[in-house]
């Protein structure tokens, strides 16, 4: 195997590790749910839509309110605990897209979506899991005001991590969807693809929904051999990583290349090719001759494909 690159320290993967205690025996506790809403200690995320608002600070952001000043920001639609942070609560609190919108025009605070946020390092890198988590549970709370079973209103309870049907007595809960993401690999190559939605230098790794009845080693499988028309034998799981766009969780894997001719489903793909080792490493750093990218670090893809060259897993 050739040398591994010297590609610096390791960055850390977004929306994960979260310092946050999600307290779930506390959430059936309405007496101290309410009593950690009126905690001077407590804090709140305040998401309108896609849109996270920030606080400016001179130069810097703060993500984190008071509940009293996120209040004022206007109505919320839903209330939902987080957790704990050091003994003092954390909470997510809704409004709507218009109010978030109109907040834009304020000049002490930033309306952006979380994406920005974690590629351009706005916020302290603490801050990702507790927003990602708010915004995927707050998400779920506007697309499920009714019930599925019959079309009645629901109502939430448990901190907004259920909502039931007063009229069929159906319990709802936050739902997160697996998606599995993936590297294919034959000896010193491995196969990129390009999506239509990515900015024009960058390629990553392929990756689609696992199916109901799927096992997380089938769908890596089955959706190489859709993409890029590539038969994998033996798959290595890597990492995973909650995915709020708006719930997904990230399933990273390596994929042993079985076969070696590519043939790209344009449904899905704009292209697909093999990459070897020399040319993965010039675009980690910034260096393609063709100025070709991977996804940045705050992606789970970044991490897939450097693993991969540094030969920590995957390598077959």
Same mark, same amino acid.
């Given at each position: 195997?050739?040398?591994?690159?010297?590609?610096?320290?390791?960055?850390?993967?977004?929306?994960?590790?979260?310092?946050?205690?999600?307290?779930?025996?506390?959430?059936?506790?309405?007496?101290?749910?309410?009593?950690?809403?009126?905690?001077?200690?407590?804090?709140?995320?305040?998401?309108?839509?896609?849109?996270?608002?920030?606080k400016k600070?001179?130069?810097?952001?703060? $993500?984190?309110?008071? *509940?009293?000043? !996120?209040?004022? +920001?206007? &109505?919320?639609? @839903?209330?939902?605990? =987080?957790?704990?942070?050091?003994?003092?609560?954390?909470?997510?609190?809704?409004?709507?897209?218009?109010?978030?919108?109109?907040?834009?025009?304020?000049?002490?605070?930033?309306?952006?979506?979380?994406?920005?946020? $974690?590629?351009?390092? *706005?916020?302290? !890198?603490?801050? +990702?899991? &507790?927003?990602? @988590?708010?915004?995927? =549970?707050?998400?779920?709370?506007?697309k499920h005001?009714?019930c599925s079973?019959?079309?009645?209103?629901?109502?939430?309870?448990?901190?907004?991590?259920?909502?039931?049907?007063?009229?069929?007595?159906?319990?709802?809960?936050?739902?997160?969807?697996?998606?599995?993401?993936? +590297?294919?690999?034959?000896?010193?190559?491995?196969? =990129?693809?390009?999506?239509?939605?990515?900015?024009?230098?960058?390629?990553?790794?392929?990756?689609?929904?696992?199916?109901?009845?799927?096992?997380?080693?089938?769908?890596?499988?089955?959706?190489?051999?859709?993409?890029?028309?590539?038969?994998?034998?033996?798959?290595?799981?890597?990492?995973?990583?909650?995915?709020?766009?708006?719930?997904?969780?990230?399933?990273?894997?390596?994929?042993?290349?079985?076969?070696?001719?590519?043939?790209?489903?344009?449904?899905?793909?704009?292209?697909?090719?093999?990459?070897?080792?020399?040319?993965?490493?010039?675009?980690?750093?910034?260096?393609?001759?063709?100025?070709?990218?991977?996804?940045?670090?705050?992606?789970?893809?970044?991490?897939?494909?450097?693993?991969?060259?540094?030969?920590?897993?995957?390598?077959?």
């Amino acid at each position: 195997m050739p040398p591994r690159p010297d590609l610096g320290p390791k960055p850390r993967l977004g929306y994960t590790q979260s310092p946050i205690e999600r307290g779930a025996e506390r959430r059936t506790d309405s007496a101290w749910l309410a009593a950690a809403a009126a905690d001077t200690r407590a804090l709140c995320y305040v998401i309108g839509g896609e849109q996270i608002i920030l606080k400016k600070n001179g130069s810097t952001f703060d $993500a984190a309110f008071s *509940l009293a000043n !996120a209040r004022a +920001l206007g &109505p919320a639609t @839903e209330t939902v605990f =987080l957790g704990l942070l050091a003994e003092a609560p954390r909470f997510g609190i809704g409004i709507e897209p218009s109010t978030a919108e109109a907040l834009k025009s304020r000049s002490d605070l930033l309306v952006i979506d979380l994406r920005s946020i $974690a590629v351009q390092g *706005l916020v302290g !890198a603490d801050h +990702l899991p &507790p927003l990602a @988590e708010a915004k995927a =549970l707050l998400h779920w709370h506007a697309k499920h005001r009714f019930c599925s079973n019959c079309g009645a209103a629901t109502q939430v309870l448990q901190g907004g991590w259920k909502r039931d049907c007063t009229a069929c007595k159906v319990e709802h809960f936050p739902r997160t969807d697996p998606v599995v993401i993936m +590297l294919a690999v034959d000896g010193d190559r491995c196969v =990129l693809g390009r999506s239509g939605r990515f900015v024009s230098t960058m390629w990553s790794c392929l990756a689609g929904f696992v199916e109901p009845g799927e096992a997380i080693e089938d769908a890596v499988r089955r959706e190489i051999r859709e993409e890029v028309g590539i038969s994998c034998g033996r798959v290595d799981y890597f990492a995973s990583q909650p995915w709020p766009f708006p719930s997904s969780l990230m399933i990273g894997c390596h994929a042993q290349a079985l076969s070696h001719d590519i043939v790209v489903d344009r449904e899905e793909l704009e292209g697909a090719r093999w990459f070897d080792r020399e040319e993965i490493a010039a675009m980690l750093l910034r260096r393609h001759p063709d100025g070709l990218t991977t996804p940045p670090p705050v992606a789970i893809a970044h991490h897939i494909i450097r693993s991969w060259l540094e030969g920590e897993r995957g390598t077959f």
